[in-house]
């Protein structure tokens, strides 16, 4: 898969909020575990953590990391071990910084970015660009997701930054379906981002998340549509 399938300040917890919003529906310490099949195949686990609120030049920011492996079957066939980390701002949940280490079969790829929004510039090791939007990548816009009072008919347009490229993202709330994982049974939005006239990711695939209709507006499932299949994630389990 050539596609992403998206100042430790105190031990305790301190619920922070938006503006116009109540507390976050996440937390340090959070942890989302995952069932990964390739089509109709168990392919093996994912786990998207919410592991420090830290410091990031001086800017309160949680650190995010999402990690996805292949099983001892599927590795002798095509092994993934990808390890992605994103830092994103506590109050507003746009990057500051992110880093990610791709191992998909054959395919070796590193990747890193540092926003700066004081001088308006994005540097990825000896290149830098500039740009006059927040910006997020594909993990900071889920965790944003989140903390939106989601509606079906509502859209809503990104600019995301990874491997060197600026994305307009549009987001569509399709509809609401109940589905079944094995953390359990959830009423969801079904939400599709995409890019006007062509599909979102790079391999040409189109992606459906399912957001909890609930306070906590959870990442249940998570389907990426690829040339050979899909590549479809459920919720196995939450920790908090």
């Not at 109940?178 to 981002?193: M, Q, S």
Request: some cysteine.
């Amino acid at each position: 898969m050539k596609y992403p399938f998206f100042l430790a300040l105190t031990a305790l917890f301190i619920p922070l909020t938006l503006p116009g919003q109540g507390t976050l529906p996440f937390q340090v310490g959070e942890t989302l575990h995952y069932d990964s099949n390739l089509n109709f195949v168990r392919a093996g686990t994912a786990k998207l953590q919410v592991l420090a609120l830290e410091s990031v030049d001086d800017v309160p920011a949680y650190h995010i990391l999402f990690t996805m492996s292949t099983n001892s079957i599927l590795d002798h066939i095509f092994k993934i071990r990808d390890r992605v980390e994103t830092w994103i701002d506590a109050e507003d949940l746009y990057t500051l910084r992110f880093n990610k280490q791709v191992r998909e079969g054959r395919h070796r790829y590193r990747f890193s970015a540092n926003m700066n929004y004081e001088d308006s510039v994005v540097t990825t090791g000896d290149e830098s660009f500039k740009f006059d939007h927040e910006l997020r990548d594909p993990y900071s816009l889920l965790y944003y997701l989140r903390t939106l009072p989601l509606k079906v008919g509502d859209e809503f347009s990104f600019v995301t930054f990874d491997n060197n490229q600026f994305m307009d993202i549009h987001l569509t709330v399709h509809r609401k379906e109940r589905i079944d994982v094995r953390a359990g049974e959830f009423d969801c939005f079904v939400v599709e981002p995409f890019r006007e006239g062509r599909p979102l990711l790079k391999n040409k695939a189109d992606m459906t998340i399912w957001l909890s209709d609930d306070h906590l507006r959870l990442p249940v499932k998570v389907v990426s549509k690829a040339v050979f299949g899909s590549i479809i994630l459920k919720l196995r389990k939450l920790e908090d």
